[in-house]
């Protein structure tokens, strides 16, 4: 079945990042997916998928989508908010630095699936008001309100709204993957992210390094934070490549490998580059 004709209920994800496009286009290469990437609002960018691996590789979306928003947000100082969905559910999980992801589910009908502490977590880590936002929030956590999974995640932007979130129109959680990229690159202002060779990622380390904040590596090179935290992604990574392999997870697999790759290449580089 073509991409473009999948049916309503099909699985799909969009990446939302807390920074312009410009700071999450060197991050995101290093995914080495195909990816389309453009503003969603003050401070925001969105990554639209162009494949769908949770079809090629049989694995569930959401896993696929938190390995992704793990990977991206490891190092970066900004936080990556997934949202994805498929026939029987929809939720989102929301990355930052090494802290543990949160996220929230929703079956199809609505019935909230997670934990009201999730909830909570998730609001302070983005800045949201403990009070006016949160009451919004518990909305979305309460049972028999006759709003199916993907009106509350409609609500869940709502919310974002105060922060800046704006998703461009046609970018709707729900609709089918190729809907959604089509609807990304009808905008002028979107940029294709073809998935780089392993050379061409490698590079993109010491470059992001150079760049300075916001990416990948905030530190400058030869800063001893630099090489603290690339020590800290290789400690981080063994063991999520671990696991990958084990559950036979690409989702996960994608997170340490490129956890791997950031502190590897990050470590070379603070090693082998005098600071300025």
Known sequence: MPKDDLPDDSPGALLLCRADPDSVASAARLLREPMLLTGAGEAWSVLVPEGTPWRDGGEPVERVATGWATALA???PWPVLALWWDADRAGYTLASGFRRPVGYVWLTAGTPAGEDE???TFAARLGLDPVLDMQSLDELTRPGSGADARARMRGLLAVLVRVGVALPAGLAPGAPAGRLAEAARGRPDTRQ????GRREA??????AVEDGPPGPYPPP?????????AAAQIAAGLPLTAWGVRRRSAGWLVAGALLL??????LAYGLTHARD
């Not at 490698?202 to 470059?207: H, I, T, Y």
């Not at 790759?261 to 990050?266: E, K, L, Q």
């Open 74 to 76: 490891v190092g970066a």
């Open 261 to 266: 790759a950031h502190g590897a290449s990050g």
């Open 118 to 120: 999730a909830m909570r």
């Open 193 to 196: 992210l073809e998935r780089p």
């Open 202 to 207: 490698l590079r993109a380390e010491p470059e």
């Open 221 to 229: 090179s030869g800063d001893p934070r630099a090489l603290v935290l």
